[in-house]
């Protein structure tokens, strides 16, 4: 599987951003999709999931109610809808694919991509 996220870029403050991850190869064997960040000095953390056939979504506590992932089976590609954006949003931004179902923890993802950066200025 390969991923390739996009979208990135500077933004300020209450902006709006979309990132896209596309997928190849093979998509299938993995069940989910997830949205990790890193910002400077800090671990990876959990963003959002969603399984490649949609419905159910999960979100970290500190996005909840400003970003939506949302899959395109049809383009195999899963966005990030990122709105109200705030400094502390700055980090790269990766998607990873899993098969497995703790979908917050990094460990349990097998593919990454290799992260676009987010910079949200004040």
């Known amino acids: 599987v390969q991923l390739v996220e996009s979208g990135g870029g500077l933004v300020q403050a209450g902006g709006s951003l979309r990132l896209s991850c596309a997928a190849s190869?093979?998509?299938?064997?993995?069940?989910?999709v997830g949205w990790f960040r890193q910002g400077p000095g800090k671990e990876r953390e959990f963003v959002a999931a969603?399984?490649?056939?949609?419905?159910?979504?999960y979100y970290a506590d500190s996005v909840k109610g400003r970003f939506t992932i949302s899959t395109d089976n049809d383009q195999n590609t899963v966005y990030l809808q990122m709105n109200s954006l705030k400094p502390e949003d700055t980090a790269v931004y990766y998607c990873?694919?899993?098969?497995?179902?703790?979908?917050?923890?990094?460990?349990?993802?097998?593919?990454w991509g290799q992260g676009t950066q987010v910079t949200v200025s004040s």
């Open positions: 969603i399984p490649w056939s949609g419905g159910s979504t």
């Open positions: 990873a694919t899993t098969y497995g179902s703790r979908w917050f923890d990094p460990q349990e993802y097998d593919y």
């Open positions: 190869g093979r998509t299938r064997s993995s069940y989910a």
